[in-house]
Nanobody
Framework: QVQVVESGGGLVQSGGSLTLSCVAS??????????VAWFRQAPAKEREAVSC????????YYADAVKGRFTMSRDSAKNTVYLHMNNLKPEDTAVYYC?????????????????WGQGTQVTVSS
């Protein structure tokens, strides 16, 4: 069973920054073999894809709403994937989820990912 745990959410003012972490806590699992994506869900809205990264880190994709402000990175030594969020806006307020799948290529489709974290709340005040 793959365990994925997000952390790093919180309350921040508009224009501020946060970095979310996604840790694969399953013993023996290395995120280096997994494509990873971040999704978010705001109250009364459907879940939407934010960004994704291939297992080899050579391909990343960002939703238009966050392009230029959010960046994904991976530290395989720490078994952790990060979502660096800059210039945050109130419309970025949502629960953010990390999702992983053992496949080389990444997608922005939620059903392509088998392993999900419990989510971390990000609140941006105006």
């Amino acid at each position: 069973q793959v365990q994925v745990v997000e952390s790093g959410g919180g309350l921040v003012q508009s224009g501020g920054s946060l970095t979310l972490s996604c840790v694969a806590s399953t013993p023996g699992l290395t995120v280096a073999f997994y494509s990873v994506a971040w999704f978010r869900q705001a109250p009364a809205k459907e879940r939407e894809a934010v960004s994704c990264m291939s297992a080899s880190d050579d391909w990343r994709y960002y939703a238009d709403a966050v392009k230029g402000r959010f960046t994904m990175s991976r530290d395989s030594a720490k078994n952790t994937v990060y979502l660096h969020m800059n210039n945050l806006k109130p419309e970025d307020t949502a629960v953010y989820y990390c999702a992983a799948e053992r496949r080389p290529d990444a997608t922005m489709i939620a059903t392509d990912y088998s392993y999900w974290g419990q989510g971390t709340q990000v609140t941006v005040s105006s």
